[in-house]
């Protein structure tokens, strides 16, 4: 039976999911099907993308440098290679993205899906990391990367629950890049692709009135927005510094024990 909870409550539950999940390879989507199972509490596309913002401009601050680097030292053979490769990999998932939004494609809310892949990509992560333990690595973002990145961002937009950041850091990690750097090119990719994707669906939401814009709860959307974008900066500053000293063979773990959970609800 869903446990009723007050609307502001539920707003700052939402708010945490969201930040904690959004960049850590273990599923936002995951995360708010058992929070919907828990509480019953359906809240609209409008609210989930704009509080998915705030989890994405939160991080910003955290790679000041390298966007900087960016933005005012294109000069600089390897800060212009860097930052091609980052935009090859964000063409080849928005021409994708675009794609598939004209073959319509549709995500499904069937949980049975999702916990599968939580469950596969937990098990490659623990898989992974064992295969890769005391093997050299290196910290150099190659064009294959970039592409498969691209790619890999693409494959978690069709199967929901596989995570964009797990889906990416699996695959630097396949390749023989480390971890922090792995880290750190699966979230600036992340940056403009979350944004732009989030961007688009907030204009349709808005300029369409059947998207329910209009009855929006903004205290709460903004509520959501700020509680999202406080945790993602704290959560993401963290795992920065932890996977200098980890592997992600915890998070392979936690996946799967929640994909785990799903199934059970499911099936009782």
């Keep these: 039976m869903p446990v009723r909870m007050p609307e502001w409550i539920v707003t700052l539950l939402l708010g945490c999911i969201e930040g904690i999940t959004e960049f850590l390879p273990i599923s936002s989507t995951g995360h708010l099907l058992l929070f919907e199972h828990w509480t019953g509490d359906h809240r609209s596309d409008l609210f989930n993308v704009v509080i998915q913002a705030g989890a994405v401009l939160a991080v910003i601050p955290l790679f000041w440098k390298r966007v900087s680097d960016m933005l005012f030292r294109l000069g600089d053979p390897a800060v212009r290679d860097y930052t091609a490769k980052l935009l090859a990999a964000f063409f080849i998932t928005g021409v994708g993205g675009v794609i598939l939004e004209k073959l319509h494609f549709k995500l499904s809310d069937n949980p049975l899906p999702v916990a599968t892949a939580l469950l596969v990509g937990g098990i490659l992560f623990v898989v992974l990391e064992r295969m890769l333990s005391g093997r050299p690595h290196t910290d150099d973002i190659s064009w294959k990367v970039a592409v498969v990145v691209g790619v890999a961002q693409l494959v978690a937009a069709v199967f929901p629950g596989s995570s964009r950041s797990g889906t990416t850091i699996l695959a630097c990690l396949a390749l023989g890049l480390s971890r922090p750097a792995a880290t750190e090119f699966s ?53 920065l510094g932890y996977v200098r000293n980890h592997t992600f063979a915890a998070f392979g773990w936690y996946r799967i024990a929640l994909a785990l959970v799903i199934f059970a609800l499911v099936r009782g």
């Design 187 to 239: 979230f600036l990719v992340g940056i403009p692709t979350m944004l732009a994707a989030s961007g688009l669906k907030i204009v349709k939401a808005l300029i369409h009135p059947a998207a329910g814009a209009a009855s929006e709860n903004w205290s709460a959307v903004g509520l959501g927005f700020l509680v999202s974008a406080v945790v993602s900066f704290v959560v993401v500053r963290w795992l």
